[in-house]
């Protein structure tokens, strides 16, 4: 015997999970009106739909960081998609919130466990492939960082492109926060490689120093004066590329390990995490 679908009840299930009028309509028929099979109905449609896709590029997307009221914690979730249409896509923005949010309150310590931790009567792998099913593209938590310090702050650059977490060596005031606001700031427009020299791999150290030997050998310069001047071009990449000893961004004329220090003697960046779209 065939069941009626109602307007009324494509409307319900339309609301509950985003889906399109007629996607829902024909999951109820499917599913003889019930609608928790209608529901599983429409995932596995999602399903579908992210097999279909797997081979398509997923290159833009939003990065959300956030933290704890008391600055304790902090989250870093790359939501990604295929377009920066869906991406910019108020949304999509939204549902990245909400990952964000759930993440930092139950505190997962990997992707797949953020993916199965619950969401609106399901999990949150079930939200990604209901929101794969709606928009019909390819969508998934591609990067995921937790972090806790004695302060960590957080920061988000340019239109959602940008996410980076500050680990701070001191309690939350408002003053640390700014700074780390500033660290963070410098963080996304720099890039660096680490925190200070003694986060730079040995590997990365002696293929630069590597380089710097042979450049100086080319020049002519016999092997003895090489190491020397090599060791002068190794000290420059460390001061480009670690965090403390780069030129603050806001005042060339302090690092910004010697800026944080002004704002509170001792004060520094112990780690940090910078997650970028593409």
């Known amino acids: 015997m065939s069941v009626t679908i ?3 009840d494509v409307n319900k299930l339309r609301q509950q999970t985003g889906a399109g009028m007629m996607d829902c309509r024909k999951a109820l028929a499917e599913s003889d009106g019930d609608f928790e099979k209608a529901i599983d109905w429409l995932r596995k449609q999602g399903q579908k739909v992210a097999a279909k896709r797997e081979d398509r590029e997923a290159k833009e997307g939003v990065v959300i960081a956030k933290t704890t009221a008391d600055n304790k914690t902090g989250v870093i979730v790359n939501l990604s998609s295929e377009t920066d249409f869906v991406a910019k896509n108020q949304d999509f923005i939204d549902f990245s919130q909400k990952i964000a949010d759930i993440a930092l309150e139950q505190k997962p310590a990997t992707i797949d ?18 929101v794969v ?25 340019s239109g959602y492109r940008i996410g980076v977490l500050v680990s701070m060596n001191k309690p939350a005031n408002q003053a640390i926060i700014d700074a780390g606001r500033d ?51 190794l000290n420059k990449f460390f ?16 690092t910004v390990g ?6 509170e003697g001792g004060l520094t960046v112990t780690a940090f995490k910078r997650v970028a779209v593409g």
């Open 183 to 233: 660290a963070a700031m410098q963080i996304a427009a720099m890039n660096p490689l680490a925190v200070n020299a003694d986060g730079i791999s040995q590997e990365t150290i002696d293929r630069e120093k590597e380089i710097a030997v042979e450049q100086i050998k080319a020049e002519g310069k016999p092997a003895d004066m090489a190491e020397k001047i090599a060791v002068g071009k």
């Open 258 to 263: 010697k800026y944080l220090d002004t704002v």
């Open 6 to 8: 109602s307007a009324s």
């Open 133 to 157: 099913a709606k928009i019909g593209e390819k969508i998934d938590i591609i990067k995921y960082e937790l972090v806790t310090a004695e302060t960590v702050v957080p920061y988000i650059h």
């Open 113 to 130: 466990e953020l993916k199965a931790a619950a969401m609106e009567g399901a999990t949150i792998g079930d939200k990604l492939l209901e």
């Open 239 to 254: 001061k480009e590329n670690t965090l403390l000893d780069q030129p603050f961004v806001k005042d060339a004329g302090l």
